[in-house]
């Protein structure tokens, strides 16, 4: 109701309209909204994108509330535009992102703003530029000799009549090789006439499982219109993937949508695979190696409701869905799943609370289940099924601690290890080297005045790669060229110590000179579709030896491989990270399921110092559950997550001084029953990238508690004046505690 005010000149009351006001939230690390003014000629909507004037500069912003009550004596700026008459976010995905950022204690803006693609968040219309069709001119093409891609360009445009320049891209002809065609008038565009019908489905059955999956699956959830959650604890190599595609195949409907997250970028070729031979073009796939025009084609099916199966990475799970109602986390213990900068969020997290608000269910899957969810099952939070036998005729490997104390070794690598990798080789079979550090050295040594080389911005030491004779900072991504000599007494005795991928991968060539040395790590995988051409080349079965790092240890499925070994087991032993044992055991037991998934029996070697340790021995008897609740029974001795709730507030600055000072000016407003404070203490790390990083550590058995002391926190720290050089995050459910 409009409020009335009386008129002297009339006599009489009149009712006065006061402007409609609208709440925007915009891109911006700004812990508050933005009030415009609503001209008569807009209608906008919560979650609806807007143009609106901010200072000197015009924004895209979305609305977030609309009817609010005017500030006494402030003249608003009016909105500028709609951009679209719909809202991009629906109410679903508008509920999960608010909430989100309250648990998160990120800006509301910024969360709001990643559930668009980066073509919306530009401001650009929500709409796919329409793809060419392309048709020869002529029925023989007038070019030089020499032009070899031009003529099989005109050749695959004549036997294809129509094809598009996105079919062309992907058949490996550039842009500008179609555009210097068509300015020779030898081809010609036409607008391509898109098919706007229910995404097709492949005319496949469901895949046949096994009595053991036949009894996982019957656990599953009957219904995909309420909530449930549900923790897959299937052993590696036990098909856990044929249950998430029969479950989609006999629960999902046809003009329903499905998401099902991966960890990895390059998990998504073979995963995606998989899921194309069942459900054919009605998959799609977000990740970050998308370009933006990808990225748009996507969300816009995602958003209009079109019945797609998405399989993507963490951020998949902020999109907005209008039809969901089944969601799929693949190994749901991997760390990263947590954001790691930014918006620091859980993936994993996040998709258990977007199922309860989507009544649809939700399936945790993992061969080495996060204590978290391991914990959340016991409590009766999440249903467990269990799946502890292989699919066909596979057996789980048999793992054999290779103690490595006095005994000489070659990058590494103990005589037994080279041994065992040389009888698999004649048998005509495939070995796995796990080493779980790139680079051909983790340090440059001078044994003659003992200097180690450091990164000049960061405290930690350069890692040495020899491919391109360059030491490389892993953290700050500082590089500079390799030296031969020392650079302190220059000495030539200035030698790499320790192991990475290129030097075992040098090694095993100088020892099996005969056999394909594949190396998978970062480095190796940097350029598009290298991971497939790797996948390929090994799923080919040909003896071969892949050296990698972790990338190896994640879904992949080698049937040739029969023998796995590790270099070095003992890095999760002594960390100061609490994670670190449950994170040593996940990855030992992740690479060791590559051995032996076909028809041949599979082993694994583990090198170690440490072969007495009780942790190392309980996992050689292959058994996760007893291993997780060994674990689990140590954090609730020590009042570590999941039995208390964790955050941390980090501060970084040009001085460890003034982070440190920062970190002691909050910590008295920590000091509330119920909380539990470390700190303020250095980083692990405590300088890097030039910024010295400081941390204190909150614990508290409450929650909710401890949610409304980090907001007190935020709003306390967002009205303080700090230094333009001292910055500040929260860290909630940390992953990293160093």
Known sequence: ???????????????????????????????????????????????????????????TGLVVETG?????????????????????????????LTWASDYYQHPLGECLFTALPPALRKGRPAREKPDESWHCTASEPALPATAYRQRALFNTVKEAPGITTSALVQAGFSRAQIRALEQKELIQQKEAITDITTAAEADLPAPQLSPAQQTAAAGFPERTDEFSATLLYGITGSGKTELYLHYLKTRLQSNEQALVLVPEINLTPQTLARFR????????????????????????????GEPVILIGTRSAVLLPFTGLRTIIVDEEHDSSYKQGEGFRYSGRDVAVYRAHLNRCPVILGSATPSLESWHNAQQGKYQLIRLEERAGNAKPPALELLDIRSRPLEAGLSRPALTAIKKTLDKGEQALVFVNRRGFAPVMMCFDCGHLEECPRCDTRLTYHRRDRAMRCHHCDFQMAASHNCPKCQSENFKPVGQGTERTEDTLAEQFPDTPIVRVDRDSTQRKGSIQAILKRVNTGEPCILVGTQMLAKGHDFPNVTLVAVVNADGGLFSVDFRAPEQMVQTLLQVSGRAGRGEKPGKVMIQTCHSDHPLLKSLCKGNYAALADQLLAERQTGALPPFRAMAILRAEADTMQASLQLLDTIKPMTAVSGIETWGPLPAVIARKADRHRAQLILCSNHRRQLNHLLTHICQHLDQSKLPASTKWIVDVDPQETG
């Open 68 to 96: 609010v009550q005017p500030p006494e004596g402030i003249t608003l700026k009016p909105v500028a535009e709609a951009l679209e008459p719909w809202p991009a976010l629906p109410e679903s995905t508008f509920r999960l």
């Open 277 to 304: 031979r069942y459900f054919g073009n009605r998959i799609a796939v977000w990740h970050s190696a998308l370009n933006d025009g990808e990225r748009l084609s996507t969300w816009l099916k995602i958003r209009n």
């Open 1 to 59: 109701m409009q409020p009335a005010y009386f008129c002297p000149l009339s006599g009489y009351a009149v009712t006065v309209t006061r402007p409609s006001i609208a709440r925007i939230a915009l891109n911006r690390p700004l812990r508050r909204l933005f009030d415009y003014r609503i001209p008569e000629t807009i209608t906008v909507s919560p979650g609806q994108r807007v143009k609106v004037p901010f200072g000197r500069q015009t924004l």
